[in-house]
């Protein structure tokens, strides 16, 4: 009988257990250096820290870490933050006529990601940040330029942390 490696959605083979122990500590380790830094040198409240977390979290689940897809996912995230808070902006400035324009402007992002017309900038990240930013508990206490700096630095710390033990595991292999 021949034995099988478990393997993951995109087909890479699943860590065992001592190797998903080692990654979970790694990732716990980057994401209180990532929460320190960005906390203190940017003075990002924790209301705030979602859109580095979030952003982590889809460029890993949804686009495996690859380098080359950070920068759709970050401007696509920048893109569904700018949609969501339009929505709000419009609805309080605007009334009824703001909220319109915003649901419009949604259904034009929805609309070019469909037919996939411009993917760098609308994409499924735009979609996550603007269902993540649209919440109200979010709206309701959101610094928004605090949210953009979050999902940016988390997007490049992430991003170059990633890359770079990409280049030292490849170093270390030849």
């Known amino acids: 009988m021949e034995e099988t490696v478990p ?36 003075r990002v409240a924790a209301t705030e820290l979602v859109g580095g977390y ?5 460029w890993a689940n949804n686009e ?4 080359r897809r950070l920068p759709a996912t970050i401007i696509g995230a920048l893109v569904g933050i700018a949609i969501a808070w339009f929505l709000v902006y419009g609805t309080v400035t605007y009334d009824g006529a703001g909220t319109a324009i915003g649901l419009g402007i949604l259904v034009l992002a929805l609309y ?32 928004w330029i605090k ?15 990633v890359e770079g033990l990409n280049r030292l595991m490849a170093r270390g292999a030849k």
């Open 7 to 42: 393997t993951g959605s995109e087909g890479a083979p699943v860590p065992g257990a001592v190797a998903g122990l080692g990654i979970t500590a790694v990732v716990i380790v980057l994401l209180v250096a990532w929460t320190l830094l960005t906390t203190i040198v940017f």
């Open 112 to 143: 070019l990601d469909v037919i996939k017309a411009v993917p760098l900038a609308i994409n499924p990240s735009t979609f996550l940040f603007v269902t993540l930013a649209a919440a109200p508990l979010v709206q309701l206490h959101v610094d």
């Open 64 to 67: 495996q870490l690859q380098f």
């Open 54 to 58: 979030m952003l982590l979290w889809y």
């Open 147 to 161: 949210l953009i700096i979050s999902t940016i630095s988390g997007g490049v710390f992430f991003g170059l942390v």
